[in-house]
């Protein structure tokens, strides 16, 4: 490790990149410059690359500030995800609706993708109006999300087993 011990993290995370995608072994390049990889690639400091920069409404993010704040009950979680709404219209706002984005590295005006997959519409907003209603509207100890993001009654759990209700 000789070599590795004179490279910065960057360098041996795109040095170690090259190796995987050619699958020949290499030796580091002294002459790679890392910041300009980093800034022609948009990459963080940290990545060695982004597969797909594409935003396509996915709603995970939106789902887990709701899950965690009616989990915890942490009052800067309803900032964050007011700031996520915000940023979400903003970015993905058309005269029609809300279109994905082709590619959330690049700066200014986004890039839009003439797309709006239904989980949009069936969980985005969801999750958005539950955060800011009261937790009594539907009670994470009564209900159960599936992965579409319906909300689905739990069954009452009696000695003889579950009952529906």
Not at 112 to 123: K, P, V
Request: net charge negative; proline share 7%; no cysteine.
């Amino acid at each position: 490790m000789r070599i590795a011990n004179n490279l910065s993290v960057e360098r041996m995370a795109l040095e170690a990149r090259s190796l995987q995608m050619d699958n020949q072994p290499t030796r580091p390049n002294p002459n790679l410059d890392v910041e300009k990889y980093i800034r022609e690639h948009h990459v963080p400091k940290g990545f060695i690359a982004i597969p797909d920069t594409r935003y396509n409404l996915r709603p995970e993010t939106v789902e887990s500030i709701f899950v965690l704040y009616r989990v915890t009950g942490r009052e800067d979680l309803l900032d964050i995800a007011w700031e996520i709404f915000e940023k979400i219209q903003n970015a993905t706002e058309t005269s029609e609706a809300n279109a994905a984005i082709v590619d959330v590295t690049t700066n200014g005006e986004p890039v839009h993708n003439d797309s709006m997959e239904s989980y949009w519409m069936a969980q985005i907003p969801k999750y958005f109006y539950l955060m800011f209603s009261p937790p009594d509207i539907l009670s994470l100890d009564e209900y159960v999300f599936n992965s579409g993001g319906h909300p689905l009654k739990l069954s009452e759990h009696t000695e003889a087993g579950f009952e529906p209700q």
